[in-house]
């Protein structure tokens, strides 16, 4: 094998190496930002809730329809990235999940595209996954 064929091969390998640890760091940090964004905002639709609530005259209660409060883990959301493998150079596909509530929660296969200082899911899962952004 020549030099050259080896300074081929030896860029490949630590281009799909440095997809696969900096892509899992980068998609776990750039995952719990999310995570916790969606908390705040489950926060503030809570708190904006039980002002309604309050305005109406009425006690809130986490099981009543009206009004309906999401409940959420003490201490912030929970998330994890169980794997991740890479596919080319700056595209992983993992498996990870994030849960603000005991009831809610989404996660699953991705395509996650790695760009160093970001990440971006490009394609999502089909199962379990919900947008906890959207309005109710």
């Not at 995952?31 to 926060?43: G, I, Q, V």
């Not at 039980?50 to 006690?59: H, L, N």
């Not at 996954?129 to 309005?135: E, K, P």
Request: net charge neutral.
């Amino acid at each position: 094998m020549g030099i050259r064929k080896k300074s081929i091969v030896t860029l490949i390998v630590i281009l799909y190496l440095g997809t696969w640890v900096g892509g899992w760091i980068q998609h776990s940090n750039d995952l719990e930002a999310n995570s916790w964004a969606h908390y705040r905002a489950a926060e503030q639709r809570n708190a904006e809730r039980i002002e309604y609530a309050k305005a109406r005259g009425s006690e809130p209660h986490l099981m009543r329809l009206e009004p309906y409060l999401m409940r959420l883990h003490e201490g912030g959301p929970i998330t994890r990235v169980n794997w991740c493998i890479p596919i080319l150079p700056g595209v992983l596909l993992a498996n990870s999940d994030s849960s603000p509530g005991p009831l809610g929660g989404y996660g699953g296969e991705k395509i996650v595209l790695y760009y160093i200082i970001g990440s971006t899911e490009i394609f999502f899962g089909l199962v379990g996954y919900r947008d906890f952004g959207a309005s109710p």
